[in-house]
């Protein structure tokens, strides 16, 4: 696992003395302190995908075409559940039939239809890299007009959240200690610590070349095993944002 850290931000507030609550108190001074805000990287490798497997039919009516579309993703659906997919890893993520139009109505005249087109996407959870190629050759050779996106996530990303918290809060520390070292004073307790939970793993890199499948062989000898779409899963980053405050203390003047 890869590490690192971003810099950070660091704040020294010196308050001014508090005023007199009333005749009867002296004043006391306000605890000074210094913030300090820090971003910890570590980067996972994804072991997921979502692909997004689309279906489009043309047809004389909306009936046909929704018919002819209803049949093609079928046996799309069949054949990615052949590869090991379960049903619960495949749901509909949208169904549509719409008119076509010619490009050039007759002027004065409303548009003319001359066919319908239905459309209907689902999305698959490849619960294996290895598998994301086989799911999308299966799916273009059943019927499939198109692969919409990939999207390549880890399946679990606390430990690597737990590693980017801690080296966030130690670049913190490590930036606010010299600011206080500089202000002639140490850092005291920890009055405030905040991470930011709106730091989310997201994608360094994710290429996705979609061919279709083939066996190869070399010179008439044995063929080879089946090679698939190639799916490079890459890395993802994962961040965390802390925010803290420590208590300034003040060295001897």
């Given at each position: 696992?890869?590490?690192?850290?971003?810099?950070?931000?660091?704040a020294v507030v010196i308050a001014a003395p508090l005023m007199a609550q009333s005749a009867q108190s002296s004043?006391?001074?306000?605890?000074?302190?210094?913030?300090a805000s820090a971003v910890g990287e570590?980067?996972?490798?994804?072991?997921?995908?979502?692909?997004?497997?689309?279906?489009?039919?043309?047809?004389?009516?909306?009936?046909?075409?929704?018919?002819?579309n209803r049949t093609k993703q079928e046996r799309v659906i069949a054949a990615v559940k052949a590869t090991g997919v379960a049903s619960p890893q495949i749901r509909t993520a949208g169904y549509r039939v719409n008119p076509e139009y010619a490009e050039r109505p007759?002027?004065?005249?409303?548009?003319?239809?001359?066919g319908y087109r239905a459309n209907n996407t689902v999305q698959v959870e490849v619960r294996s890299v290895?598998?994301?190629?086989?799911?999308?050759?299966?799916?273009?050779?059943?019927?499939?007009?198109n692969i919409g996106s990939v999207g390549l996530?880890?399946?679990?990303?606390?430990?690597a959240r737990r590693e980017a918290v801690r080296l966030a809060v130690t670049k913190a520390r490590g930036e606010a200690e010299s600011a206080a070292a500089a202000a002639g004073g140490t850092l005291g307790t920890v009055i405030e610590l905040t991470?930011?939970?709106?730091?989310v793993p997201r994608p360094l890199l994710q290429n996705v070349v979609v061919t279709s499948a083939a066996s190869i062989s070399s010179g008439g000898e044995m063929p080879m095993a089946p090679m698939y779409t190639p799916v490079e899963p890459g890395e993802s980053?994962?961040?965390a944002v802390v925010r803290v405050r420590w208590q300034f203390v003040s060295g001897p003047r």
């Open positions: 696992m890869v590490v690192r850290v971003a810099p950070a931000f660091v004043p006391q001074p306000a605890p000074s302190y210094i913030a570590t980067r996972v490798t994804p072991d997921r995908a979502l692909v997004q497997v689309t279906v489009d039919s043309r047809g004389g009516s909306a009936a046909s075409a929704a018919a002819e007759e002027r004065g005249k409303a548009p003319n239809v001359t290895e598998n994301i190629g086989r799911v999308i050759d299966a799916a273009l050779g059943a019927g499939a007009t996530y880890a399946s679990s990303t606390d430990s991470i930011d939970p709106g730091a980053l994962v961040l």
